[in-house]
């Protein structure tokens, strides 16, 4: 019995490696990519994408395996099951509106920040922060937002699992500092980016208070010059407050 949970548990592992292996491909890959990408038989790989394929998790199309629409159907329960997506979903959307940039709600989930809405304005610039996007929360001022409403204990558990990896050339990546920039951000309310994940854009991120729900933040993404003033950063922060308080508000009266 024992050996043959085990070889489920492997089967299993290997259907979810070559699901990562289409996503990692960007979304769609050929047989032969996955092989190459997995270093699996692609006897092995053709036998787990007839079982994903059956479950609608992936589409096979002009030579193709696609990501099906049903990972989208079950990443649609797992953005709403608390009920932060569609309390925050308007203020994100506002938070967009007012300042014409890119608008972010993300929570944390196994140690990584998920993103599960974004919005963009009408001077929003285009990044990779798309719905279901799995990032290092040290990276980003979102996910510095959320390590900031964390226990240090919490947190420490999170770097021994993820690690501290640099991204760009100001990315954190020594313990010490970021705790000391997560007591700054507890203190102040307020999380900063500057182009510790991606070069050119800064970000400004906010925590907020979900209560006994998923840790959740919100922020938003600029190009780094048009974050320069003080008079525009201000204004920034400002609005991502408001709006983390508007959302606080709703959730603690749902």
Partial sequence: MRNAKTASVRATETSLSVLSGIESLGGRATLAELAEELDFAKSTIYKHLNTLENGGFVVFRDGEYLVGLRCLELG??????????????????????????????????????????????????????????????????IGKALLSSLSDDRVEEILDRRGLPGETEHTITDRETLFE????????????????????????????????RREAAISITAPINRLASAEREREIIDTVKQAANVIEVNLAHE
């Fill in 76 to 141: 649609g329960i797992a953005q709403r099951y608390d009920g932060i997506y569609d309390v925050a979903k308007p203020e994100v959307r506002r938070m967009a509106v007012e300042t014409g940039e890119l608008a972010n709600l993300m929570i944390e989930e196994r140690g990584y920040g998920i993103y599960i809405h974004t919005t963009s304005g009408d001077r929003a610039v285009n990044l990779d922060t798309s719905l279901g996007k799995r990032v290092y929360l040290h990276q980003t001022a």
């Fill in 181 to 212: 920039e997560l007591a700054a951000i507890r203190s102040e309310g307020v999380a900063y980016d500057k182009e510790e994940r991606v070069d050119g854009t800064g970000c400004v991120g906010v925590p907020v208070d979900t209560g006994d």
